[in-house]
Protein backbone atom coordinates (compact mmCIF):
# COMPACT_ATOMS: atom_id res chain seq x y z
CA UNK A 1 0.00 0.00 0.00
CA UNK A 2 1.44 3.33 -0.60
CA UNK A 3 0.08 6.45 1.48
CA UNK A 4 0.96 10.33 0.68
CA UNK A 5 3.55 11.89 2.96
CA UNK A 6 5.23 15.27 3.26
CA UNK A 7 9.29 15.04 2.90
CA UNK A 8 8.86 16.11 6.66
CA UNK A 9 6.49 13.32 7.50
CA UNK A 10 8.72 10.54 5.73
CA UNK A 11 11.83 12.03 7.28
CA UNK A 12 10.06 11.36 10.48
CA UNK A 13 8.88 7.60 8.95
CA UNK A 14 12.96 6.98 7.86
CA UNK A 15 13.78 7.53 11.31
CA UNK A 16 11.60 5.24 12.83
CA UNK A 17 12.23 2.56 10.30
CA UNK A 18 15.87 2.86 10.99
CA UNK A 19 15.45 1.95 14.31
CA UNK A 20 16.64 5.21 15.89
CA UNK A 21 15.88 5.96 19.74
CA UNK A 22 16.73 9.47 21.12
CA UNK A 23 15.76 12.43 19.00
CA UNK A 24 16.21 16.24 19.92
CA UNK A 25 15.36 19.29 18.14
CA UNK A 26 14.28 22.80 18.36
CA UNK A 27 11.46 24.16 15.83
CA UNK A 28 11.87 26.05 12.72
CA UNK A 29 10.20 26.03 9.53
CA UNK A 30 10.53 24.22 7.21
CA UNK A 31 11.96 21.55 9.69
CA UNK A 32 9.59 21.68 12.35
CA UNK A 33 6.70 18.85 11.22
CA UNK A 34 9.80 15.93 11.32
CA UNK A 35 8.91 16.15 14.98
CA UNK A 36 5.57 16.96 15.26
CA UNK A 37 5.53 13.43 13.67
CA UNK A 38 7.66 11.93 15.65
CA UNK A 39 5.51 11.18 19.06
CA UNK A 40 3.63 8.76 16.50
CA UNK A 41 6.22 6.41 17.28
CA UNK A 42 6.90 6.92 20.76
CA UNK A 43 6.39 4.01 22.24
CA UNK A 44 9.71 3.10 19.92
CA UNK A 45 11.69 6.01 20.21
CA UNK A 46 12.09 9.49 22.45
CA UNK A 47 11.56 12.58 20.98
CA UNK A 48 11.91 16.07 22.56
CA UNK A 49 11.88 19.79 22.03
CA UNK A 50 15.42 21.34 23.51
CA UNK A 51 15.50 25.08 24.35
CA UNK A 52 17.99 25.44 21.34
CA UNK A 53 19.57 23.89 18.41
CA UNK A 54 22.80 23.74 20.23
CA UNK A 55 21.22 22.19 23.41
CA UNK A 56 19.46 19.61 20.88
CA UNK A 57 22.10 18.51 18.80
CA UNK A 58 24.70 18.30 22.11
CA UNK A 59 21.58 15.31 23.78
CA UNK A 60 21.33 13.39 20.18
CA UNK A 61 25.42 12.97 20.04
CA UNK A 62 25.30 11.95 23.59
CA UNK A 63 22.96 9.75 22.97
CA UNK A 64 25.36 8.16 20.10
CA UNK A 65 28.31 7.82 22.27
CA UNK A 66 25.69 5.71 24.35
CA UNK A 67 25.15 3.57 21.44
CA UNK A 68 22.27 4.17 19.89
CA UNK A 69 21.17 5.96 16.35
CA UNK A 70 20.34 9.46 16.92
CA UNK A 71 18.56 11.97 15.09
CA UNK A 72 18.60 15.91 16.03
CA UNK A 73 16.52 18.68 13.43
CA UNK A 74 16.43 22.22 12.64
CA UNK A 75 16.20 24.85 9.86
CA UNK A 76 19.13 26.41 7.79
CA UNK A 77 20.15 29.25 10.56
CA UNK A 78 19.92 26.66 13.34
CA UNK A 79 22.59 25.04 11.99
CA UNK A 80 24.96 28.20 12.52
CA UNK A 81 23.87 27.79 16.71
CA UNK A 82 24.76 24.22 16.53
CA UNK A 83 27.87 24.73 14.99
CA UNK A 84 30.54 24.50 17.72
CA UNK A 85 28.92 20.17 18.62
CA UNK A 86 28.89 19.80 15.33
CA UNK A 87 32.68 20.36 14.19
CA UNK A 88 33.49 18.49 17.52
CA UNK A 89 31.59 15.75 16.91
CA UNK A 90 33.02 15.33 13.12
CA UNK A 91 36.18 14.50 14.90
CA UNK A 92 35.25 12.06 17.13
CA UNK A 93 33.02 10.28 15.19
CA UNK A 94 30.14 8.03 16.66
CA UNK A 95 29.15 5.27 17.79
CA UNK A 96 25.82 4.84 17.12
CA UNK A 97 24.56 6.17 14.02
CA UNK A 98 23.84 10.19 14.35
CA UNK A 99 22.01 12.38 11.26
CA UNK A 100 21.86 16.19 11.86
CA UNK A 101 18.55 17.36 9.22
CA UNK A 102 19.40 20.72 8.20
CA UNK A 103 16.44 22.37 6.45
CA UNK A 104 17.15 24.81 4.41
CA UNK A 105 14.69 27.56 2.79
CA UNK A 106 15.94 28.77 -0.50
CA UNK A 107 13.79 32.32 -0.88
CA UNK A 108 13.53 32.58 2.54
CA UNK A 109 10.02 31.82 3.00
CA UNK A 110 10.07 32.20 6.54
CA UNK A 111 13.96 32.99 7.37
CA UNK A 112 16.51 36.09 7.21
CA UNK A 113 18.70 34.21 4.78
CA UNK A 114 19.27 31.74 2.14
CA UNK A 115 22.95 30.41 3.30
CA UNK A 116 23.55 27.21 1.82
CA UNK A 117 23.88 24.53 4.50
CA UNK A 118 26.12 22.19 1.89
CA UNK A 119 29.05 24.29 2.82
CA UNK A 120 28.62 23.28 6.45
CA UNK A 121 29.68 19.26 5.63
CA UNK A 122 32.49 20.65 3.58
CA UNK A 123 33.88 22.50 6.75
CA UNK A 124 33.04 20.33 9.21
CA UNK A 125 33.95 17.59 7.43
CA UNK A 126 30.47 15.46 7.39
CA UNK A 127 28.80 13.16 4.89
CA UNK A 128 26.60 15.06 3.00
CA UNK A 129 23.07 13.49 2.15
CA UNK A 130 20.11 15.63 -0.29
CA UNK A 131 16.63 13.85 -0.84
CA UNK A 132 14.55 14.73 -3.64
CA UNK A 133 11.26 13.53 -2.74
CA UNK A 134 9.35 11.93 -0.09
CA UNK A 135 10.61 8.10 -0.68
CA UNK A 136 13.82 9.04 -0.65
CA UNK A 137 13.92 10.83 2.53
CA UNK A 138 12.32 7.57 3.91
CA UNK A 139 14.69 5.75 2.19
CA UNK A 140 17.63 7.90 2.71
CA UNK A 141 17.41 8.31 6.70
CA UNK A 142 18.21 4.44 6.38
CA UNK A 143 21.47 4.84 4.23
CA UNK A 144 22.39 7.68 6.22
CA UNK A 145 22.41 5.28 9.54
CA UNK A 146 24.62 2.50 7.78
CA UNK A 147 26.87 5.41 6.13
CA UNK A 148 27.51 6.92 9.56
CA UNK A 149 28.04 3.89 11.70
CA UNK A 150 30.42 2.44 8.70
CA UNK A 151 32.67 5.51 8.24
CA UNK A 152 32.62 6.73 11.74
CA UNK A 153 31.00 10.13 10.93
CA UNK A 154 27.98 12.15 11.59
CA UNK A 155 25.65 12.40 8.64
CA UNK A 156 24.29 15.88 7.70
CA UNK A 157 21.02 15.39 6.24
CA UNK A 158 20.01 18.89 3.65
CA UNK A 159 16.22 19.13 2.50
CA UNK A 160 14.98 22.46 0.92
CA UNK A 161 11.58 23.88 2.36
CA UNK A 162 9.72 22.48 -1.19
CA UNK A 163 11.33 18.75 -0.29
CA UNK A 164 10.08 19.52 3.41
CA UNK A 165 6.66 20.34 2.47
CA UNK A 166 5.83 18.82 -0.91
CA UNK A 167 3.83 15.72 -0.90
CA UNK A 168 4.20 12.66 -2.77
CA UNK A 169 3.34 8.62 -2.39
CA UNK A 170 5.88 6.53 -0.24
CA UNK A 171 5.59 2.84 0.20
CA UNK A 172 6.42 2.37 4.33
CA UNK A 173 9.01 -0.31 5.29
CA UNK A 174 9.34 -2.18 8.68
CA UNK A 175 11.31 -0.84 11.54
CA UNK A 176 14.60 -2.46 12.12
CA UNK A 177 16.18 -2.46 15.33
CA UNK A 178 20.22 -2.00 16.15
CA UNK A 179 21.56 -3.78 18.93
CA UNK A 180 22.90 -1.75 21.70
CA UNK A 181 26.25 -2.57 23.29
CA UNK A 182 26.91 -2.12 26.18
CA UNK A 183 28.85 1.37 26.61
CA UNK A 184 32.52 1.67 27.66
CA UNK A 185 34.22 4.68 28.34
CA UNK A 186 36.69 5.74 25.85
CA UNK A 187 38.43 8.91 26.38
CA UNK A 188 40.89 8.66 23.41
CA UNK A 189 37.68 8.64 21.22
CA UNK A 190 35.28 11.06 23.04
CA UNK A 191 37.43 13.32 25.46
CA UNK A 192 38.24 16.61 22.80
CA UNK A 193 41.25 17.62 24.45
CA UNK A 194 44.33 19.55 22.00
CA UNK A 195 45.82 15.85 22.26
CA UNK A 196 43.03 13.71 21.04
CA UNK A 197 41.77 16.29 18.74
CA UNK A 198 45.25 16.15 16.96
CA UNK A 199 45.18 12.81 16.11
CA UNK A 200 41.38 12.76 15.56
CA UNK A 201 42.09 15.06 12.77
CA UNK A 202 44.07 12.29 11.13
CA UNK A 203 41.63 9.98 11.78
CA UNK A 204 38.36 11.79 10.10
CA UNK A 205 40.44 12.66 7.28
CA UNK A 206 40.94 9.06 6.69
CA UNK A 207 37.11 8.28 6.72
CA UNK A 208 36.67 11.16 4.19
CA UNK A 209 38.96 9.46 2.02
CA UNK A 210 38.08 6.25 2.48
CA UNK A 211 33.68 7.95 1.93
CA UNK A 212 35.07 9.55 -1.72
CA UNK A 213 36.01 6.30 -2.86
CA UNK A 214 32.56 4.92 -1.36
CA UNK A 215 30.31 7.85 -3.21
CA UNK A 216 31.73 6.66 -6.59
CA UNK A 217 29.89 3.34 -5.95
CA UNK A 218 26.83 4.66 -3.91
CA UNK A 219 23.86 3.72 -4.50
CA UNK A 220 22.38 7.11 -3.90
CA UNK A 221 24.36 8.07 -6.77
CA UNK A 222 22.66 6.88 -10.19
CA UNK A 223 23.34 7.63 -13.65
CA UNK A 224 20.44 7.78 -16.01
CA UNK A 225 21.35 7.45 -19.73
CA UNK A 226 19.42 9.22 -22.21
CA UNK A 227 21.21 10.61 -25.29
CA UNK A 228 24.58 12.03 -25.71
CA UNK A 229 23.93 15.34 -26.66
CA UNK A 230 22.72 17.08 -22.79
CA UNK A 231 23.96 15.76 -19.60
CA UNK A 232 22.77 17.08 -16.12
CA UNK A 233 24.20 16.46 -12.66
CA UNK A 234 21.89 17.51 -10.18
CA UNK A 235 20.08 16.58 -6.63
CA UNK A 236 17.66 17.20 -4.37
CA UNK A 237 15.10 19.35 -5.74
CA UNK A 238 16.85 20.77 -8.16
CA UNK A 239 16.40 17.05 -10.10
CA UNK A 240 12.86 17.32 -10.14
CA UNK A 241 12.95 20.77 -11.89
CA UNK A 242 15.75 19.90 -14.05
CA UNK A 243 13.87 16.35 -15.43
CA UNK A 244 10.84 18.86 -16.16
CA UNK A 245 12.67 21.59 -18.14
CA UNK A 246 15.20 19.25 -20.11
CA UNK A 247 14.88 17.67 -23.42
CA UNK A 248 13.72 14.07 -22.55
CA UNK A 249 16.79 12.39 -24.31
CA UNK A 250 18.57 14.50 -21.75
CA UNK A 251 20.97 12.27 -19.75
CA UNK A 252 21.37 12.68 -15.69
CA UNK A 253 23.88 12.30 -12.66
CA UNK A 254 21.18 12.41 -10.01
CA UNK A 255 23.24 12.82 -6.64
CA UNK A 256 22.03 11.90 -3.06
CA UNK A 257 25.22 11.65 -1.19
CA UNK A 258 26.84 14.93 -2.29
CA UNK A 259 29.84 15.09 0.03
CA UNK A 260 32.11 14.07 -0.93
CA UNK A 261 31.56 13.68 -5.10
CA UNK A 262 31.53 11.20 -6.53
CA UNK A 263 34.56 12.62 -8.71
CA UNK A 264 35.36 9.37 -10.83
CA UNK A 265 31.71 9.00 -11.31
CA UNK A 266 31.16 12.26 -12.55
CA UNK A 267 34.47 12.04 -14.99
CA UNK A 268 32.71 9.26 -16.37
CA UNK A 269 29.25 10.82 -17.32
CA UNK A 270 30.93 13.73 -18.59
CA UNK A 271 32.93 12.28 -20.90
CA UNK A 272 29.46 10.27 -21.81
CA UNK A 273 27.79 13.13 -23.05
CA UNK A 274 28.75 17.16 -25.44
CA UNK A 275 27.33 19.57 -23.04
CA UNK A 276 27.21 19.07 -19.44
CA UNK A 277 25.20 21.29 -17.06
CA UNK A 278 24.80 21.49 -13.49
CA UNK A 279 21.58 22.76 -11.86
CA UNK A 280 21.73 23.62 -8.24
CA UNK A 281 19.80 26.01 -5.96
CA UNK A 282 21.72 28.54 -4.11
CA UNK A 283 25.51 29.08 -4.65
CA UNK A 284 27.53 26.65 -6.93
CA UNK A 285 28.51 24.02 -4.57
CA UNK A 286 28.97 21.10 -6.71
CA UNK A 287 29.95 23.51 -9.58
CA UNK A 288 33.01 25.16 -8.05
CA UNK A 289 34.28 21.36 -6.85
CA UNK A 290 33.93 20.07 -10.69
CA UNK A 291 35.43 22.83 -12.72
CA UNK A 292 38.48 22.63 -10.20
CA UNK A 293 38.80 19.07 -10.92
CA UNK A 294 39.16 20.42 -14.75
CA UNK A 295 35.66 19.33 -15.99
CA UNK A 296 33.67 21.53 -18.57
CA UNK A 297 30.42 22.22 -17.51
CA UNK A 298 27.93 25.39 -17.47
CA UNK A 299 26.16 26.25 -14.33
CA UNK A 300 25.57 29.78 -12.11
CA UNK A 301 26.31 31.83 -15.25
CA UNK A 302 22.16 30.80 -16.79
CA UNK A 303 20.69 29.77 -13.69
CA UNK A 304 21.74 32.38 -10.85
CA UNK A 305 22.71 31.95 -6.94
CA UNK A 306 19.62 33.73 -5.60
CA UNK A 307 16.33 32.00 -4.77
CA UNK A 308 14.76 29.15 -5.53
CA UNK A 309 14.47 27.51 -9.06
CA UNK A 310 11.62 25.84 -11.00
CA UNK A 311 10.93 24.49 -14.43
CA UNK A 312 9.85 27.29 -16.06
CA UNK A 313 12.77 29.64 -14.53
CA UNK A 314 15.01 26.71 -16.13
CA UNK A 315 13.28 26.55 -19.59
CA UNK A 316 13.65 30.49 -19.61
CA UNK A 317 17.22 31.22 -18.30
CA UNK A 318 18.61 27.51 -20.20
CA UNK A 319 16.74 27.14 -23.26
CA UNK A 320 15.04 30.98 -24.06
CA UNK A 321 11.48 29.28 -23.47
CA UNK A 322 9.75 32.35 -22.00
CA UNK A 323 6.20 31.52 -20.36
CA UNK A 324 2.82 33.10 -22.18
CA UNK A 325 2.06 35.46 -19.61
CA UNK A 326 -1.62 35.56 -18.60
CA UNK A 327 -3.02 38.53 -17.02
CA UNK A 328 -5.35 38.01 -14.14
CA UNK A 329 -8.78 39.63 -14.94
CA UNK A 330 -9.09 40.79 -11.41
CA UNK A 331 -5.81 42.00 -9.76
CA UNK A 332 -5.49 40.75 -6.32
CA UNK A 333 -5.06 42.69 -3.23
CA UNK A 334 -1.74 42.60 -1.55
CA UNK A 335 -1.82 40.77 2.01
CA UNK A 336 1.19 41.46 3.90
CA UNK A 337 1.93 39.27 6.74
CA UNK A 338 0.86 40.67 9.86
CA UNK A 339 -0.24 40.22 13.87
CA UNK A 340 -3.46 37.88 13.93
CA UNK A 341 -6.80 39.71 15.67
CA UNK A 342 -6.16 39.69 19.43
CA UNK A 343 -2.48 39.32 19.07
CA UNK A 344 -1.00 39.85 23.03
CA UNK A 345 2.05 41.05 21.43
CA UNK A 346 -0.34 44.39 19.41
CA UNK A 347 -0.49 45.85 22.67
CA UNK A 348 2.91 45.55 23.86
CA UNK A 349 3.90 46.97 20.48
CA UNK A 350 1.28 50.16 20.01
CA UNK A 351 2.28 51.04 23.40
CA UNK A 352 5.72 51.72 22.61
CA UNK A 353 5.32 53.22 18.97
CA UNK A 354 3.99 56.24 20.63
CA UNK A 355 6.97 56.85 21.68
CA UNK A 356 9.54 58.42 19.36
CA UNK A 357 12.68 58.34 21.59
CA UNK A 358 12.18 54.58 22.23
CA UNK A 359 14.66 52.21 20.46
CA UNK A 360 12.87 48.63 20.34
CA UNK A 361 15.48 45.94 19.27
CA UNK A 362 13.75 42.87 18.15
CA UNK A 363 13.77 38.94 17.22
CA UNK A 364 13.14 36.51 15.19
CA UNK A 365 9.28 35.41 15.97
CA UNK A 366 5.54 35.99 15.42
CA UNK A 367 6.59 39.92 17.53
CA UNK A 368 8.82 40.60 14.28
CA UNK A 369 6.02 41.52 12.40
CA UNK A 370 5.80 44.76 15.32
CA UNK A 371 8.30 46.08 12.61
CA UNK A 372 5.41 46.36 9.96
CA UNK A 373 2.96 49.45 9.51
CA UNK A 374 1.40 50.68 11.09
CA UNK A 375 3.11 49.79 14.24
CA UNK A 376 6.33 50.43 12.82
CA UNK A 377 7.84 49.78 16.63
CA UNK A 378 11.05 47.76 15.47
CA UNK A 379 14.85 49.44 15.29
CA UNK A 380 16.27 45.91 14.36
CA UNK A 381 15.97 42.35 13.60
CA UNK A 382 19.12 40.05 13.42
CA UNK A 383 18.89 36.92 15.36
CA UNK A 384 17.16 34.36 17.90
CA UNK A 385 18.76 36.29 21.33
CA UNK A 386 19.59 39.34 19.61
CA UNK A 387 16.81 41.78 20.43
CA UNK A 388 18.45 41.99 23.72
CA UNK A 389 22.19 41.88 22.60
CA UNK A 390 21.99 43.98 19.75
CA UNK A 391 19.65 45.86 21.76
CA UNK A 392 22.84 46.53 23.97
CA UNK A 393 25.18 47.21 21.27
CA UNK A 394 23.24 50.05 20.31
CA UNK A 395 22.60 51.32 23.40
CA UNK A 396 26.10 51.36 24.23
CA UNK A 397 27.19 53.04 20.90
CA UNK A 398 24.27 55.50 21.24
CA UNK A 399 24.96 56.59 24.90
CA UNK A 400 29.12 57.45 23.74
CA UNK A 401 27.98 59.40 20.71
CA UNK A 402 25.99 61.35 23.61
CA UNK A 403 22.38 60.60 21.96
CA UNK A 404 21.07 60.34 26.11
CA UNK A 405 17.91 61.17 24.93
CA UNK A 406 16.91 57.40 23.39
CA UNK A 407 15.50 55.00 25.61
CA UNK A 408 16.31 51.53 24.76
CA UNK A 409 14.56 48.35 25.14
CA UNK A 410 15.14 44.48 24.05
CA UNK A 411 12.24 42.03 22.83
CA UNK A 412 12.28 38.38 23.19
CA UNK A 413 9.71 35.99 23.12
CA UNK A 414 9.18 33.18 25.69
CA UNK A 415 10.95 30.84 23.52
CA UNK A 416 13.29 32.56 22.15
CA UNK A 417 14.20 33.87 26.08
CA UNK A 418 15.04 29.95 27.09
CA UNK A 419 16.64 29.37 23.81
CA UNK A 420 19.26 32.44 23.78
CA UNK A 421 17.22 35.23 25.72
CA UNK A 422 18.99 34.64 28.97
CA UNK A 423 22.46 34.77 27.74
CA UNK A 424 21.79 38.69 26.71
CA UNK A 425 19.73 39.60 30.06
CA UNK A 426 22.97 37.66 31.42
CA UNK A 427 24.79 40.68 29.76
CA UNK A 428 22.75 43.35 30.28
CA UNK A 429 22.80 43.07 33.44
CA UNK A 430 26.41 42.05 34.60
CA UNK A 431 27.74 44.86 32.32
CA UNK A 432 25.12 47.77 33.36
CA UNK A 433 23.27 48.04 30.20
CA UNK A 434 21.48 50.96 30.02
CA UNK A 435 18.00 49.44 28.62
CA UNK A 436 15.12 47.19 29.48
CA UNK A 437 14.61 43.38 28.45
CA UNK A 438 11.35 42.68 27.76
CA UNK A 439 9.90 39.29 27.22
CA UNK A 440 6.79 38.72 25.49
CA UNK A 441 5.51 35.66 26.93
CA UNK A 442 2.87 34.39 24.85
CA UNK A 443 2.91 31.02 26.39
CA UNK A 444 3.52 28.76 23.26
CA UNK A 445 6.66 28.64 20.27
CA UNK A 446 4.05 30.60 17.99
CA UNK A 447 5.55 31.42 14.50
CA UNK A 448 6.45 27.97 13.75
CA UNK A 449 3.31 26.81 14.80
CA UNK A 450 2.65 26.29 17.94
CA UNK A 451 5.54 23.86 19.77
CA UNK A 452 5.86 23.41 23.52
CA UNK A 453 9.18 25.22 25.27
CA UNK A 454 10.56 25.19 28.34
CA UNK A 455 7.96 27.72 30.17
CA UNK A 456 4.72 26.04 28.50
CA UNK A 457 4.20 22.78 30.91
CA UNK A 458 4.02 19.96 28.16
CA UNK A 459 6.91 18.00 26.42
CA UNK A 460 6.43 16.75 23.08
CA UNK A 461 5.39 13.44 23.64
CA UNK A 462 2.60 15.43 25.69
CA UNK A 463 3.44 14.91 29.14
CA UNK A 464 2.75 17.32 31.80
CA UNK A 465 6.22 19.16 32.83
CA UNK A 466 7.83 21.66 34.62
CA UNK A 467 7.07 25.33 34.06
CA UNK A 468 10.31 27.61 34.53
CA UNK A 469 8.99 31.08 35.41
CA UNK A 470 10.46 33.46 33.66
CA UNK A 471 10.40 36.48 36.08
CA UNK A 472 12.57 33.68 38.43
CA UNK A 473 15.14 33.59 35.85
CA UNK A 474 15.35 37.11 35.79
CA UNK A 475 14.94 37.58 39.41
CA UNK A 476 17.95 35.64 39.91
CA UNK A 477 19.88 37.24 37.89
CA UNK A 478 19.75 40.10 39.78
CA UNK A 479 17.25 41.97 38.02
CA UNK A 480 15.15 43.97 41.12
CA UNK A 481 11.98 45.14 39.60
CA UNK A 482 9.92 42.92 37.19
CA UNK A 483 7.00 44.33 35.65
CA UNK A 484 4.22 41.77 34.25
CA UNK A 485 1.40 43.53 32.41
CA UNK A 486 -1.81 41.74 30.27
CA UNK A 487 -1.19 43.57 26.77
CA UNK A 488 -4.48 43.57 26.56
CA UNK A 489 -4.56 46.78 29.27
CA UNK A 490 -3.30 49.24 27.16
CA UNK A 491 -2.70 51.16 30.54
CA UNK A 492 -1.20 48.67 32.36
CA UNK A 493 0.83 48.01 29.65
CA UNK A 494 2.51 51.52 28.69
CA UNK A 495 2.82 52.08 32.33
CA UNK A 496 4.90 48.42 33.26
CA UNK A 497 6.86 49.96 30.19
CA UNK A 498 7.54 53.37 31.85
CA UNK A 499 8.29 52.23 35.53
CA UNK A 500 10.99 50.18 34.10
CA UNK A 501 12.16 52.54 32.05
CA UNK A 502 12.38 55.31 34.79
CA UNK A 503 13.58 52.80 37.44
CA UNK A 504 17.14 53.37 39.11
CA UNK A 505 17.91 49.77 39.66
CA UNK A 506 18.16 46.73 37.17
CA UNK A 507 14.42 46.05 35.38
CA UNK A 508 12.58 44.09 32.86
CA UNK A 509 9.48 43.87 32.13
CA UNK A 510 6.94 40.50 31.45
CA UNK A 511 3.47 40.85 28.48
CA UNK A 512 1.92 37.96 29.44
CA UNK A 513 -1.09 36.58 27.93
CA UNK A 514 -0.97 33.17 26.02
CA UNK A 515 -1.82 33.49 22.12
CA UNK A 516 -5.45 33.02 21.10
CA UNK A 517 -4.79 30.03 18.94
CA UNK A 518 -3.60 27.82 21.61
CA UNK A 519 -6.34 25.23 21.47
CA UNK A 520 -5.76 23.71 25.47
CA UNK A 521 -6.95 26.79 27.13
CA UNK A 522 -10.24 28.17 27.44
CA UNK A 523 -10.37 31.63 25.86
CA UNK A 524 -12.56 34.64 26.79
CA UNK A 525 -15.36 35.26 24.36
CA UNK A 526 -16.54 38.42 22.67
CA UNK A 527 -15.98 40.33 20.34
CA UNK A 528 -16.15 44.48 20.01
CA UNK A 529 -18.52 46.85 17.83
CA UNK A 530 -18.70 50.32 16.37
CA UNK A 531 -21.73 52.79 16.63
CA UNK A 532 -21.49 54.67 13.64
CA UNK A 533 -23.35 57.12 15.27
CA UNK A 534 -20.77 57.66 17.94
CA UNK A 535 -17.86 57.19 15.12
CA UNK A 536 -16.20 60.60 13.86
CA UNK A 537 -13.87 58.80 11.17
CA UNK A 538 -11.11 59.58 12.76
CA UNK A 539 -9.05 56.20 11.96
CA UNK A 540 -7.52 56.35 15.39
CA UNK A 541 -8.68 52.41 15.90
CA UNK A 542 -6.79 51.65 12.61
CA UNK A 543 -3.59 52.69 13.90
CA UNK A 544 -3.64 49.40 16.13
CA UNK A 545 -3.43 47.40 12.24
CA UNK A 546 -5.59 44.57 13.65
CA UNK A 547 -6.82 42.97 10.43
CA UNK A 548 -10.22 42.78 11.37
CA UNK A 549 -10.91 46.41 11.43
CA UNK A 550 -11.29 48.56 8.46
CA UNK A 551 -12.91 51.59 7.16
CA UNK A 552 -16.32 51.73 5.29
CA UNK A 553 -17.74 55.06 3.87
CA UNK A 554 -15.50 57.17 5.84
CA UNK A 555 -16.08 55.11 9.73
CA UNK A 556 -14.49 52.55 11.17
CA UNK A 557 -16.55 48.95 10.41
CA UNK A 558 -15.58 45.60 12.29
CA UNK A 559 -15.04 42.10 10.78
CA UNK A 560 -17.06 39.69 13.47
CA UNK A 561 -15.78 37.03 11.56
CA UNK A 562 -12.16 38.15 12.58
CA UNK A 563 -12.63 40.47 15.70
CA UNK A 564 -11.64 38.11 18.71
CA UNK A 565 -12.81 41.46 21.38
CA UNK A 566 -9.64 42.23 22.51
CA UNK A 567 -10.94 45.48 22.77
CA UNK A 568 -7.86 47.37 21.70
CA UNK A 569 -9.33 49.12 19.33
CA UNK A 570 -12.01 50.21 21.76
CA UNK A 571 -8.92 51.44 24.44
CA UNK A 572 -7.77 54.00 21.63
CA UNK A 573 -10.84 55.13 20.50
CA UNK A 574 -11.22 59.09 21.60
CA UNK A 575 -14.98 59.22 21.45
CA UNK A 576 -15.88 55.40 22.63
CA UNK A 577 -17.65 54.60 19.49
CA UNK A 578 -16.47 50.69 19.86
CA UNK A 579 -17.99 48.52 22.56
CA UNK A 580 -17.39 44.70 23.21
CA UNK A 581 -19.85 42.18 23.90
CA UNK A 582 -19.68 38.68 25.19
CA UNK A 583 -20.71 35.57 23.04
Known sequence: MKYLMSG????????????????????????TEIFENLPLY???????????????TEMAYGASIGGVRSLCAMKHVGLNVAADPVFTAAYNGVTGGFVIVTADDPSMHSSQ?????????????????????????????????DISESFDIPVLFRTTTRVSHSKSLVELGERTEREVPEYKRNVRKNVSTPAN????????????????????????NTMELNGSKIGVITASIAYQYAKDAFPKDSSFLKLGLTWPLPMDLIREFASKVEKLYIVEELEPFMETEIKAAGIECIGKELTGNMYELNPQLLKERIFGQKPETVKPAVEPVSRPPALCPGCPHRGFFYSVSKHKNYVVTGDIGCYTLGAAPPLSALDSCVCMGGGFSVGMGLSKALELSGQKSKKFLGVVGDSTFFHSGMTGAAEIIYNKGNMVP???????????????NPGSGFTLQGEIAESIKIEDVLSSMGYKNIFIADPWDLKAMEDAVTKALDSEEPSAVISRRPCLLIKRIQHEKGLCEVDRNKCIGCKKCISVGCPAL?????????DPNQCVGCTICAQVCPVKAISRKEC
Open 438 to 452: VVLDNSITGMTGHQD
Open 42 to 56: KDSLYCEWAPNEKVA
Open 113 to 145: NEQDNRYYAKAAKLCLIEPSDSQECIDYMKYAY
Open 197 to 220: AYANHQKVEAHMEALQVYSNSCPL
Open 8 to 31: NEAIARGAYEAGVKVCSAYPGTPS
Open 550 to 558: MIKDGKSSI
